[in-house]
């Protein structure tokens, strides 16, 4: 129930609000994966990526195959500018879902931070491939 009170909440842009109804989702189920990695989504959009990299430790805790996870976990790390990190998830990410299109996305992003042109644009076609619509978003 509160779970589902913040996806409602997050989806009309009520960051605060979602959060505190995570908050209660954890605090009635500290082994529920999806409040936290949902959590950690709803701080991302506050910049928080801190907090959100350690929620979605907990959810990985609880899911350490959650592909998503991990991929959102590189993503706070390349907001952060932590590069070899944020590689190191993404990695990850793609090796437990080599369909995962974002995954690719973000990782063509950091490659391009740290100067491989190569490897970023062949993870950004790989992304494309996968998702023809991936950047629409960003551009």
């Not at 609000?17 to 954890?26: K, L, S, W």
């Not at 070899?84 to 299109?101: F, T, V």
């Given at each position: 129930?509160?779970n589902?009170?913040?996806?409602?909440?997050?989806?009309?842009?009520?960051?605060?609000?979602?959060i505190?109804?995570?908050?209660?989702?954890?605090?009635?189920?500290?082994?529920?994966?999806?409040?936290?990695?949902?959590?950690?989504?709803a701080?991302?959009?506050?910049?928080?990526?801190?907090?959100?990299?350690?929620?979605?430790?907990?959810a990985?805790g609880?899911?350490?195959?959650?592909?998503?996870?991990?991929?959102?976990?590189?993503?706070?790390?390349?907001?952060?500018?932590?590069?070899?990190?944020?590689?190191?998830?993404?990695?990850?990410?793609?090796?437990?879902?080599?369909?995962?299109?974002?995954?690719?996305?973000?990782?063509?992003?950091?490659?391009?931070?740290?100067?491989?042109?190569?490897?970023?644009?062949?993870?950004?076609?790989?992304?494309?491939?996968?998702?023809?619509?991936?950047?629409?978003?960003?551009?």
């Amino acid at each position: 129930m509160f779970n589902a009170r913040g996806l409602d909440a997050a989806g009309r842009g009520q960051q605060d609000e979602a959060i505190a109804e995570y908050d209660r989702a954890i605090a009635l189920d500290p082994k529920f994966a999806d409040a936290f990695y949902n959590r950690a989504l709803a701080l991302m959009e506050q910049n928080h990526n801190d907090r959100a990299i350690r929620d979605l430790n907990a959810a990985l805790g609880l899911d350490p195959k959650d592909a998503m996870a991990l991929a959102l976990k590189g993503e706070a790390f390349r907001r952060l500018g932590d590069h070899a990190r944020a590689l190191e998830e993404l990695d990850a990410a793609i090796a437990l879902d080599p369909d995962m299109a974002v995954a690719f996305w973000r990782r063509s992003q950091v490659q391009a931070a740290l100067g491989d042109k190569t490897a970023a644009e062949a993870d950004r076609a790989r992304a494309l491939k996968l998702d023809p619509d991936i950047g629409r978003s960003e551009s």
